[in-house]
């Protein structure tokens, strides 16, 4: 487990989803509980929590926590980061816009995938035009 102390949150990175329950010392926090994470068969295509942004049981500053074993390429990564930072962001500014959050979450989601995609494509010149249609 690795921790990065920031001023507006604490970033938690680790192979083990049941980690973010040991850091916190606690067996259960916002919907989550430490025995049912420990019985979830973890790998690196399923697992308890792939990333989990919330505010900290034991200060009330925010946490981000992303598993390690879910980052198996980069278009996997940035989308779950970006997912974890999209919550992080609503607690930021105060749930502005908090009655459609997991649907605005998912679907910056997706796009995303899909942006990134397209970047990668174009960087290893599958695409040689500089202008693309989409």
């Known amino acids: ?6 001023t507006l949150y604490t ?3 680790s192979y083990s ?5 040991k ?3 606690v067996t259960e926090m916002h919907g989550l509980n430490l025995v049912d994470c ?8 399923d697992a308890y ?3 989990f942004c919330n505010v900290s049981p034991i200060d009330g500053k925010p946490f981000v926590f992303i598993n390690l074993s879910r980052c198996n390429n980069d278009v996997e990564t940035t989308a779950l980061v970006f997912h974890e930072m999209m919550h992080l962001s609503g607690i930021k500014y105060n749930d502005e816009w908090l009655s459609n959050e997991e649907n ?4 910056a989601e997706n796009e995303t995938y899909k942006v990134v995609k397209l970047i990668k494509k174009t960087k290893n010149g599958k695409r040689n035009s500089s202008r693309m249609a989409i």
């Open 1 to 6: 487990m690795i921790i990065f102390k920031f």
């Open 104 to 107: 605005m979450i998912t679907f």
């Open 23 to 25: 850091h916190f010392n």
């Open 38 to 45: 420990e019985k979830y068969n973890n790998t690196n295509e």
């Open 11 to 13: 970033l938690i990175l």
């Open 17 to 21: 989803p049941c980690d973010v329950f």
């Open 49 to 51: 929590i792939a990333g």
